[in-house]
């Protein structure tokens, strides 16, 4: 398939760009290039034959009415994700999240496109105390970012059921692993650690998150854009249900360092106690996570240690 890939220069959707790579389908890459999105995430495919990259913004009509045509399927990764920067300045989640899908997709049902699959969160649906939630649950957002996901994710809804458009949405839990930029949990507690520095943790650290191999997340995504149901949402969980404070401290100890590096700070504004999602559509597809959180992660620590170069000039100008 000839694949149009939006925020393909970001942590995620570069490592969805080298699979489809790899599995043989053409990738055009449209990355506006913002704070988290580089091209050296994409060395390792820029140079292939399959490959193409436009720079610019989802939410400019114009250039993707002219990128979009001829592409089999739209996946949409673009979008702003640090829900502290969310807070901060929610008009920029509003403008990416909400308005960019809205006119990726409306490009997409003018062009007549096989296939648009939104890239969403789990963090659509809240809160959770006891259980997880599935698919159809009740939305339930607590901040700017996932509100703006929440409405892209009822406007691509939309579509199927007022144009018959072929949309799919995922739904993932926490994504950790390389390319991810400095400022999320793991990236920033193993970095910090590296430069010296103390790991700031929000609260108490009972913060609950289900985390992900980002490849295993990508795996995920390209199995439900070939084999999902259209107008159907899958939820992608490792069930790998883990408390901040846990997490950190793993990183400390594969860092061989003492608990005294992590710093309390206080917490911020709507804090979601525990995400967890019930993941079993995507498996019944065939999916399942390629290695343990423990695996992952030893990986993960190497990895940042070993890439300094890739790392310190973002983590500078972030």
């Known amino acids: 398939m000839r694949l149009l890939v939006t925020g393909g220069a970001g942590f995620i959707g570069s490592r969805f760009a080298h699979l489809a790579i790899a599995r043989d389908h053409e990738v055009t890459i449209l990355d506006a290039l913002t704070y988290a999105g580089t091209m050296t995430n994409l060395a390792g495919v820029k140079d292939h034959a399959g490959f193409r990259f436009v720079k610019g913004d989802i939410c400019d009509p114009d250039l993707v009415d002219e990128v979009l045509p001829g592409h089999d399927a739209v996946l949409n990764f673009a979008a702003e994700s640090h829900v502290d920067r969310s807070i901060a300045s929610p008009e920029n989640f509003m403008h990416t999240n909400f308005l960019g899908a809205g006119v990726l997709l409306e490009s997409a049902r003018r062009a007549g496109t096989g296939r648009f699959l939104q890239v969403s969160t789990d963090e659509v649906y809240g809160s959770i105390e006891i259980g997880s939630f599935a698919e159809a649950d009740r939305l339930n957002p607590s901040n700017p970012y996932s509100a703006a ?66 490849d295993d997340i990508c795996e995920a995504i390209l199995l439900v854009l070939e084999r999902g149901e259209t107008g159907r949402i899958y939820n992608i969980a490792a069930g790998n249900e883990r408390r901040n404070v846990d997490v950190v401290e793993q990183i400390c100890g594969l860092s061989s ?53 890739w790392w310190e000039p973002l983590k500078a100008r972030a």
């Open 149 to 214: 996901k929440a409405g892209a994710d009822l406007l691509a809804l939309s579509y199927v059921r007022t144009f018959g458009m072929p949309v799919v949405i995922t739904r993932s839990s926490n994504a950790f692993g390389p390319h991810q930029f400095p400022e999320k949990l793991i990236p920033l507690a193993i970095t910090n650690l590296i430069e010296g520095k103390k790991i700031p943790l929000y609260g108490d650290g009972a913060n609950v998150r289900d985390w992900t191999f980002v």
């Open 257 to 309: 360092v003492g608990g005294d590096m992590i710093e309390p700070v206080a917490d911020r504004p709507g804090h979601d106690r525990r995400y967890s999602i019930d993941a079993s559509a995507v498996r019944d597809l065939g999916w399942r996570p390629s290695g343990t959180f423990d695996e992952r992660l030893a990986e993960t620590v190497a990895w940042y240690r070993d890439h300094r170069a």
